[in-house]
């Protein structure tokens, strides 16, 4: 990819982004629309999270990043701070890595 698809593709992300405050502007929205507008970035968090997970190219695949996954939820669950929660879900994806 050369540096002027990038620098294109760059200007191009940034005017959608300034499109979207002028035609927006200061307009309110209704109280539901708002709570669903505040939603989005936590579910596209959680869809990047899940396709990296359980998919390898086109294909599903589970394997030990599954079980690191299932341990960092778990964690977040019970409220372990999250410097503990990233470590023992490294440890765990390790773990099942030699295991497996």
Same mark, same amino acid.
């Given at each position: =990819?050369?540096? /002027?698809?990038?620098l294109?593709?760059? +200007?191009?992300?940034f005017?959608?982004? !300034?499109?979207?405050f *002028?035609?927006?502007?200061?307009?309110?929205?209704?109280?539901?629309v708002?709570a669903?507008i505040?939603l989005?970035?936590?579910a596209?968090l959680?869809a990047?999270? =899940?396709?990296? /997970?359980f998919?390898?190219g086109?294909? +599903?695949?589970?394997?030990?990043?599954? !079980?690191?996954?299932v *341990?960092?939820?778990?964690?977040?669950?019970r409220?372990?701070?999250?410097?503990l929660v990233?470590?023992l879900a490294?440890?765990?994806?390790?773990?099942?890595?030699?295991?497996s």
């Amino acid at each position: =990819m050369s540096w /002027t698809v990038v620098l294109v593709l760059s +200007l191009g992300a940034f005017l959608l982004k !300034v499109f979207g405050f *002028v035609v927006i502007g200061d307009r309110k929205f209704p109280p539901q629309v708002e709570a669903v507008i505040a939603l989005i970035p936590a579910a596209l968090l959680c869809a990047l999270i =899940m396709k990296d /997970t359980f998919t390898a190219g086109h294909d +599903l695949q589970i394997d030990a990043r599954a !079980v690191g996954l299932v *341990v960092a939820v778990v964690g977040v669950w019970r409220k372990v701070p999250i410097w503990l929660v990233i470590v023992l879900a490294c440890a765990a994806t390790g773990i099942t890595r030699a295991i497996s």
